[in-house]
């Protein structure tokens, strides 16, 4: 018997600014764990996940590289949250085909994520 991945923990996003960075996922309400807006190493957990932040000056900025989804319990009361907060997300909220109400943005080292979550709940 293999062992079994059971679940993702965590995600690791390279930014330039930290200090932007982590002022946006504080603004979508995630909770500092460790580091903050003066470390180059920061980690804010996501209920159960972590969103951590490696801060790395690179010249080069690299195309789409996929995006991160995360759920939530009310897809249009973040929205607002963060609209309110001065972010402005690349769509608004829709329900879509695939049985999910969600909406995209990115943060500020252009990382696209996803906040859905399921119609039928």
């Known amino acids: 018997m293999h062992p079994q991945i059971k679940s993702i923990n965590a995600i690791?996003?390279?930014?330039?600014?930290?200090a932007a960075s982590f002022a946006f996922y504080r603004?979508?309400?995630l909770t500092l764990k460790f580091g903050g807006e003066d470390s180059v190493f920061t980690s804010l957990s996501a209920g159960e996940c972590h969103v951590n932040l490696v801060q790395q000056h690179c010249e080069t900025r690299h195309g789409f590289w996929g995006r991160v989804i995360f759920y939530?319990?009310?897809?249009d009361s973040l929205y607002q949250q963060i609209v309110s907060?001065?972010?402005r997300a690349e769509t608004?909220?829709?329900?879509a085909?695939?049985?999910?109400?969600?909406?995209?943005?990115r943060d500020?080292?252009?990382?696209?994520?996803?906040?859905?979550?399921?119609?039928n709940e």
């Open 72 to 75: 939530v319990d009310d897809v």
């Open 85 to 87: 907060a001065g972010y």
């Open 27 to 29: 603004a979508l309400g």
């Open 108 to 119: 500020p080292d252009d990382h696209e994520l996803s906040f859905a979550c399921p119609l």
């Open 92 to 95: 608004e909220p829709a329900d």
């Open 97 to 105: 085909s695939w049985g999910e109400r969600y909406f995209h943005i």
């Open 12 to 18: 690791t996003l390279v930014t330039q600014d930290m």
